[in-house]
């Protein structure tokens, strides 16, 4: 059984605060500004904008492809050479540069900003992968659940930091702003830089390097390392179904992130204020939803957590894609004369729920489910699962609402996480936890 020791403290928050430090691109670029920026500014196809939402959707897509090809080999390579804190010191660079050089996009320059928009994602998201793999050196199992659920707590609290601050001196999303909003690039570049410090200065790398033997190289071990742990895939039989269960429950969370903000402008037509507000329900019901099932988690453990926040996902997609119907059943029942757009900040709040829960718990599962000596290269596959996910759902969405509109599009997340929950019911969590003990290379 893994006896783990609980990490010191200063060493699980300088982890955390690399969550803390990236929201700023996820929340920034991805969901409430540079999304809405790309659609309605530098593609300018008004007035649905599909041709807009289809090449932003191609372009997450494409790097999300690229993180699923180059994550699992990377993995091995890091726990092969005991690597993993410089694979994440090279995607954060790469992360922080290609950002900041979103200032020198202009309106319809739309190759480079998908170029750039690529690079930086990809770099982005690796990233997650890397991080993710030093979780299983922070405590035992049981303890998992709430160090996950600190890490992606205190990211939400760092995208609202930063969200708040860029929305309060850059402005709205518009043309006639553009000189000023196009400064959201660098300024998310600079709060990750300057907020994933504590990372680096107290996060511990564990592990045995090595180095290859003559006539080999770290690629060649890194995919003999592969082969072998493809070879035995059958011993980890619940982790593979879990692996399934996060393709299909992270395609719709995809969709979420990179859409919720494009639906409300483009289908609620809300105000500014009322996106303001939702940016802010969704950041802190996000971090509570996190750090609450987080500690949940080790009463009634990973496996129950997750898909209680898979059916309460059910519900806030239900509340996102009724939220007209739900605006009349107010008018009728209550005889309030609200506007959609204040109905759709419930649905805000059940996703935001959702939202943190939802990951938190995934990913402190995959933990529980991992051998020692195999963290990287485990969540390297968890990493190629969420972004291969993110390929589907982006292609998925992007052409559903090509065809019918961005409105009925997003019934397409019901499908998915009615999957997901399907692929997890089977899971034992004993069971797999044991095989991650018993795992010997």
């Avoid at 090449?55 to 726990?79: F, Q, R, T």
């Avoid at 940016?279 to 080790?298: R, W």
């Avoid at 419930?346 to 933990?367: E, M």
Wanted: with cysteine; proline share 3%; charged share 10%.
């Amino acid at each position: 059984m893994s006896v783990t020791r609980l990490a010191p403290k200063r060493e699980i928050f300088g982890w955390s605060m690399f969550d803390f430090a990236n929201q700023a691109y996820t929340l920034l670029i991805i969901t409430v500004i540079y999304g809405d920026l790309f659609t309605r500014v530098i593609v300018a196809d008004g007035p649905d904008y599909r041709m807009g939402n289809l090449l932003w959707s191609i372009a997450l897509a494409i790097s999300y492809m690229m993180v699923v090809v180059a994550n699992p080999l990377c993995g091995a390579v890091m726990d092969y050479s005991a690597s993993r804190k410089g694979f994440l010191f090279a995607s954060y660079l790469l992360t922080i540069v290609s950002t900041a050089m979103l200032y020198w996009v202009e309106p319809g320059w739309i190759w480079p900003a998908m170029l750039l928009v690529i690079i930086s994602n990809f770099a982005y998201s690796i990233g997650e992968g890397f991080i993710a793999s030093f979780l299983t050196d922070l405590g035992p199992r049981k303890a998992l659940g709430w160090i996950s659920g600190l890490g992606w707590s205190l990211g939400y609290i760092g995208g609202l930091v930063a969200t708040a601050f860029a929305l309060f001196f850059l402005g709205e999303v518009s043309a006639e702003n553009y000189q000023t909003i196009r400064w959201v690039g660098p300024f998310a570049a600079v709060f990750f830089l300057l907020a994933a410090i504590p990372t680096f200065a107290w996060l511990q790398e564990r592990g045995q390097k090595r180095t290859p033997p003559p006539g080999s190289t770290l690629v060649k071990m890194g995919w003999q390392r592969l082969k072998g742990t493809w070879a035995a895939i059958h011993h980890f039989g619940d982790l593979r179904l879990l692996l399934i269960s996060v393709f299909f429950a992270m395609a719709g969370v995809y969709i979420i992130i990179a859409f919720s903000f494009i639906y409300g402008a483009q289908v609620i037509r809300w105000d500014e204020n009322v996106r303001v507000l939702m940016f802010v329900i969704v950041q802190i019901t996000a971090a509570i939803g996190a750090v609450g099932f987080g500690f949940l988690q080790s009463k009634i453990g990973a496996r129950v957590t997750y898909i209680v926040t898979l059916i309460l996902w059910l519900v806030a997609i239900l509340a996102i894609w009724q939220t007209p119907l739900l605006t009349e059943l107010c008018q009728t029942w209550f005889g309030v004369n609200w506007q959609a757009q204040y109905v759709f900040l419930f649905a805000g709040l059940l996703a935001g729920l959702s939202l943190g829960s939802s990951q938190s718990a995934g990913r402190a599962l995959v933990g529980v489910l991992t051998p020692q000596g195999k963290a990287a290269e485990f969540f390297g596959f968890w990493s190629m699962a969420s972004k291969l996910a993110a390929v589907f759902g982006m292609l998925g969405l992007g052409l559903m609402q090509w065809a019918f509109g961005l409105a009925d599009a997003i019934v397409f997340c019901l499908l998915l996480f009615v999957l997901a929950i399907i692929s997890v019911i089977p899971i034992n969590e004993q069971r797999g936890s044991d095989a991650a003990d018993s795992w010997r290379e």
